[in-house]
């Protein structure tokens, strides 16, 4: 089988991906075997496939945090050859090989069904970005996010967490705000719909003020970092973002004040860990309420041979929308 093998140099530091042959008896260990058919591209594929940003213990190793495709064999009563799947999170691709192979070899408890009304390749489409945008949007919903009180506000809008989030806030009926830095992506971010976007410079700088004026009804954000201090700065009373992200950096230069005199919620959104009625619960929703048009047109398709190029590339804010890997081409 074929697999994106990272390698590292002991003596430089320096690390390396191809494409390489592999067989199964080189799989790491799991009660389930997978034919991979997608995968798909995150920021911290980027990272194990370049610096490894302490994600990755041992090399060789093949990385992709997610992935598509059907049982081959189980070992677990709740899996059977046939079934089709989808894996994100606990720490597949980091700590244990990924989905950037034709077969992968996983624990049972990693998985879900796929649910009714996507398909393998739409799963990746979604993937951890866009699970992860579905649980912000449960989360602000569970704390108070309607439709009539404003506008919600999306960090890093064109990228692949922020894109996803901005489809399924707009086709709840949500009205949407993007922040981007790049003109090119505002005709992207308007089909998606966004209806009011932000420019990247008007928001990025922290200001003395600790509070402004009360502008957005809930958040969510990929951006971390002065970006998020100033957001919070700018919520509605007893409002709540939800932090998926820290794209800009992983400080927060602000201070209490938005907590303490506008009641302020920061909901941290963790993708790797979640249970599996809280999954299920998501992929559920992403079926229902995420515009499969939409998700197509942001959507490019990619092989393991373009992942290494691609990997830098995201690391430099140069991906827009989400990218599916088709592990078999």
């Known amino acids: 089988m074929r697999a994106l093998l990272v390698h590292k140099n002991d003596d430089t530091g320096k690390t390396s991906a191809q494409v390489e042959e592999i067989s199964e008896s080189d799989l790491p260990e799991g009660n389930v075997t997978v034919n991979v ?3 798909t591209l995150n920021y911290k594929d980027g990272l194990c496939i370049g610096p490894g940003g302490g994600l990755v213990r041992t090399y060789p190793h093949v990385p992709g945090i997610d992935f598509s495709g059907v049982v081959q064999s189980s070992s677990d009563a709740r899996y059977a050859p046939g079934d089709r799947v989808i894996l994100t999170g606990w720490r597949v691709g980091e700590s244990h090989w990924g989905g950037y ?5 996983v624990n049972a408890d990693w998985l879900v069904p796929l649910p009714d009304g996507i398909d393998t390749r739409q799963a990746m489409a979604v993937g951890t970005a866009g699970f992860t945008s579905m649980l912000a949007v449960i989360a602000l919903e569970n ?16 990228g692949g967490v922020g894109s996803i989030a901005v489809a399924l806030l707009a086709n709840l009926g949500y009205e949407v705000a993007g922040v981007t830095g790049r003109r090119e992506t505002h005709d992207y971010l308007r089909d998606l719909g966004v209806a009011r976007i932000v420019a ?4 990025n700088e922290t200001v003395k003020r600790p509070l402004e004026s009360e502008t957005w009804q809930g958040c969510i954000d990929a951006v971390g970092g002065a970006m998020l201090a ?7 009373y007893r409002c709540s973002v939800a932090a998926v992200g ?24 963790d993708s790797v860990l979640q249970p599996f009625d809280k999954r299920m619960e998501a992929w559920k929703r992403i079926a229902n309420d995420l515009p499969l048009k939409k998700l197509e047109g942001m959507t490019t398709m990619a092989t393991l041979s373009d992942v290494p190029q691609l990997g830098s590339d995201i690391l430099k804010g140069q991906i827009k929308g989400r990218v599916v890997v088709d592990v078999r081409a």
């Open 200 to 203: 990247r410079e008007e928001i």
């Open 143 to 158: 704390h108070g996010l309607t439709r009539d009180q404003g506008t919600v506000l999306v960090t890093g809008a064109a």
């Open 230 to 236: 100033r957001v919070l700065g700018q919520m509605k």
């Open 37 to 39: 058919e997608y995968s």
């Open 101 to 105: 192979a034709e077969v992968a070899r």
């Open 246 to 269: 820290l794209a800009g950096g992983s400080n927060l230069p602000g201070t209490v004040i938005p907590f303490l005199l506008r009641g302020i919620n920061l909901l941290g959104i």
